[in-house]
């Protein structure tokens, strides 16, 4: 599925989604039972990748590593937050791949796997010619996290795991405490600083964007999930 397809709709069981830009290949697949989506940047210019989730599937996500470049090759994997539903695939693609690991600190002592680098919030990861900021939204676990890519004119990138989705923030299990620090940290770390026009890739689910989501905040503020 070619960019001018691209709709950020993927079915369990099939193909990637692919997005070609300028400078970064995105690629977007749904694994496992609770159709988790996992994605796949690539670097353009040197083929360096960096996966999203090793949430299942390991069959699956070695394949769309090794169609992302000319070779099976993984720089980096970076988990968004330590539910086992994120994780089940790690074990496998790190023994496939070698690919460092990382994850947000306050939730690395959950991951069974050795994480390579404990990420904090405004950490930076490089792959290839691009990188990655790395945001901490506290609430869905303590070290969730979402990566942000920059793309220039091409706008911004945002893949937010469990803590932004279509509808609403993560499920924060009706903590009033929980869900009033992820909607503080989605708000101020995400919509007030980041354009109507950011592509947001989620954990689960089709793909949104900002402007789409902004005009609910007051709403979901108020419902309290």
């Not at 994997?77 to 994120?86: K, L, Q, R």
């Not at 070290?143 to 004119?153: C, F, I, P, R, T």
Request: glycine letters at 10%; one cysteine or more.
């Amino acid at each position: 599925m070619a960019d001018h397809e691209y709709t950020g709709h993927v079915k369990p069981g099939g193909e990637p989604a692919v997005r070609d830009l300028e400078h970064l290949q995105i690629r977007k697949l749904s694994v496992g039972p609770m159709d988790n989506n996992a994605y796949l940047l690539t670097c353009r210019s040197t083929g360096a990748q960096l996966l999203i989730d090793a949430a299942a599937e390991p069959d699956a996500l070695r394949r769309m590593v090794a169609a992302g470049a000319e070779h099976d090759w993984l720089d980096v994997i970076v988990t968004t937050h330590s539910h086992h539903d994120h994780v089940g695939a790690l074990a496998e693609m790190i023994a496939a791949t070698g690919a460092r690991t990382a994850a947000g600190a306050a939730d690395a002592r959950e991951i069974a796997e050795k994480i390579d680098l404990p990420l904090e919030h405004g950490d930076v990861i490089e792959f290839g010619e691009q990188r990655v900021e790395i945001i901490h939204l506290r609430g869905h676990t303590p070290g969730s996290v979402a990566v942000l890519w920059h793309g220039g004119d091409e706008g911004d990138h945002l893949f937010t795991g469990d803590s932004l989705f279509p509808g609403g923030v993560g499920n924060t299990d009706r903590d009033p405490q929980r869900f009033a620090q992820l909607i503080d940290d989605v708000e101020q770390r995400v919509f007030d600083r980041l354009e109507d026009s950011t592509w947001v890739y989620p954990g689960h689910g089709d793909d949104t964007t900002l402007g789409a989501e902004r005009p609910s905040l007051p709403a979901w503020r108020e419902r309290g999930w």
